[in-house]
């Protein structure tokens, strides 16, 4: 009975931007947490992407919902995670009726919309990136908290060497023994300069422990916060009643060493999204919008379903839109692979991120923000990265469990070591050391940061998994087999054929290329470079026509050449005879036939 009622769960799926996961242990608070909510059916966080792809039942909670308990975790949300430049990063979530609902399949998906009045959109309004949040790194970006870690760490970093300079470490290293500043005793001087080393460098350790905590979990942060404080509170203790071996310097070193890890590894985390930025990219941050008779430029982000869209030679289609006058080429090989372009004439649908190659096109646009097919390409991908392979749950699972281990070996060792007679100094410098050894964090971040690498470059590449169980298969593959030859190109087309027929081949490539000089379209691009490549002399064409998507008629020399498609050849009367044999050949084998027709009744 309770399969058939998890099969009767309707399932919408969410991408969520999550600022301020640290560690990779970090990730089991948010998915602690939304896990015990209702509604909600699976979380998958990913700490290098900082996103989380929730799966849940639009009947029962929404996405603001699920934003509302990020934020209690003690992370910044700030939504959906969209390109900020198609989508308002101020639209809130619609409610999941069904009327706002995109249904794909078995999963429906949510869209956004800005919900400020028109008024509003010229102030300027702080973005979730732009605030600050929860545990001190809430709606930062990666860069920012990478900085962010960085001035901890170098503050952590002075402040050690100058405690270990005054410890009695630093004297046996040193060989000399510097007087302590204001008359104080050394080890109330190391508290002093202790202080901005937990308080500040260290406090996102606490910060994130208590989170952790109250998430009813453990993770990296409980184990660096617990060898921290408990080797500054000894500390502080053994000052405050009257001196003795104290343990500032290690407190302090420990929290500079881990502080230095992190912010490398936070660089290297920025890298992997490098990939998935260059995607997000591919939209235009700006888009010309016709609005009574006038052409107005406005941030993508706030072209409305309906809006007209004036988009000129050259540029790229900012959303997806329906041609309604003009014609063109364009380019759609980012979302199709196909390396030809596609004719568009009115009636025709566009995609937003396509470039538009020749003509002048005015669009209605029908699909914007999350809608587009760009904004779904990069959902797609965001979830096979936040998606995770087997070895990497059992990696998640192990996480949990090494902390634990952990903290109970340091306590143990603690206990063994006072039990067999040493001072309380010695066994919790040996308790402090367990602790730091084993934790796991590393388990937690080798394969999600594997996955972003692996599946952003594979998007850039025009390759999209649809999640990590595919990518980890795909290393078994042993064969390949495709069902369309038209789509395995070189991504630019080239001369392979010339068949020549009553005139001699050098001079058809003279005249064609002359007229193909004239042109844009990547075909007519590659005959240009075979012609050059074949040293054939230039000559000039005159009364230059373009016919859109059929080709191209002007006068070379004297001569009328036209160059183009069987439609072109039909509409001109001229009949191809022999060639049209050889131009089915030629299509079998997966290449693309342009013909010419010279008329060579005219002298030169």
């Known amino acids: ?232 509170l000894y500390s502080v203790y053994i000052t405050l009643t009257g001196g003795g071996e104290v343990f500032y310097e290690a407190a302090a070193m420990l929290a500079t060493f881990v502080l230095l890890g992190h912010w490398l590894e936070m660089r290297a985390r920025g890298g992997a999204n490098d990939a998935i930025r260059a995607l997000l990219d591919l939209a235009p941050p700006k888009a010309l919008v016709i609005r009574d008779g006038v052409q107005v430029e406005i941030p993508t982000a706030e072209v409305a379903a309906g809006d007209i869209l004036l988009v000129r030679p050259g540029s790229k289609i900012p959303v997806d839109g329906e041609v309604v006058d003009g014609g063109s080429e364009v380019d759609e090989s980012m979302v199709t692979g196909e390396s030809l372009p596609v004719h568009k004439a009115p009636g025709s649908t566009v995609i937003g991120a396509t470039i538009n190659r020749n003509g002048t096109l005015r669009v209605r646009a029908t699909k914007v923000g999350a809608d587009t097919a760009l904004a779904q390409i990069v959902k797609l991908v965001q979830q096979a990265q936040n998606s995770k392979a087997p070895g990497q749950r059992l990696a998640d699972r192990a996480a949990f469990w090494l902390v634990l281990v952990a903290l109970v070996g340091g306590a143990l060792t603690f206990t063994v070591w006072l039990l067999s007679g040493a001072a309380a100094g010695t066994a919790m410098l040996f308790a402090i050391t367990v602790v730091v050894i084993t934790c796991p964090d590393a388990l937690g971040l080798a394969t999600p940061t594997a996955i972003m690498v692996g599946t952003g470059l594979g998007a850039r590449r025009g390759v999209l998994f649809k999640n990590a169980m595919a990518l980890e298969t795909a290393a078994r593959v042993q064969a390949v087999v495709m069902d369309k030859t038209g789509t395995l190109t070189k991504g630019e087309p080239e001369v392979t054929d010339v068949i020549a027929q009553g005139i001699a081949e050098h001079e058809l490539l003279r005249l064609v290329a002359a007229v193909e000089r004239e042109s844009e379209h990547p075909l007519a691009e590659a005959i240009v470079r075979h012609a050059d490549r074949a040293e054939v002399p230039s000559a000039q064409a005159v009364t230059f026509e373009n016919v859109p998507g059929h080709g191209a008629i002007a006068e070379v020399g004297g001569h009328r050449v036209v160059v183009g498609n069987r439609r072109l050849m039909d509409a001109e009367g001229v009949e191809p005879g022999e060639l049209a044999a050889r131009r089915e050949e030629l299509a079998a084998g997966g290449r693309t036939a342009v013909f010419a027709a010279v008329e060579t009744g005219r002298p030169p």
């Open 1 to 232: 009975m309770s399969e058939n009622l998890e099969d009767l769960k309707e399932r919408s799926t969410a991408v969520l931007d999550v600022s301020g996961v640290q560690w990779a242990s970090e990730q089991n608070v948010v998915a602690a947490v939304l896990g015990r909510h209702p509604g909600v059916i699976e979380v998958e966080v990913n700490p290098v992407s900082q996103t989380a792809t929730v799966v849940f039942d639009p009947r029962v909670t929404s996405v603001a919902e699920l934003r509302r308990w990020v934020e209690e975790c003690g992370y910044h949300c700030a939504g959906q995670s969209v390109p900020a430049h198609v989508c308002d990063p101020m639209a809130e979530p619609d409610p999941p009726a069904d009327d706002h609902a995109h249904h794909q399949g078995t999963a429906t998906v949510q869209t956004v919309r800005d919900v400020r009045p028109p008024a509003e959109h010229d102030k300027h309004v702080p973005s979730p990136r732009e605030a600050m949040g929860h545990g001190g790194h809430g709606g930062m970006s990666m860069e920012a908290m990478a900085a962010d870690m960085r001035n901890r760490f170098l503050v952590a970093a002075v402040l050690s060497v100058l405690i270990t300079i005054w410890s009695p470490m630093g004297r046996e290293m040193l060989g000399l023994r510097l007087p302590v500043p204001l008359g104080l005793r050394e080890d109330v001087w190391a508290l002093l300069l202790s202080l901005p080393v937990v308080f500040y460098s260290s406090w996102i350790f606490f910060d994130g422990a208590v989170r952790a905590l109250r998430a009813r979990t453990l993770d990296m942060m409980v184990l660096v916060a617990v060898a921290i404080g408990a080797g500054w």
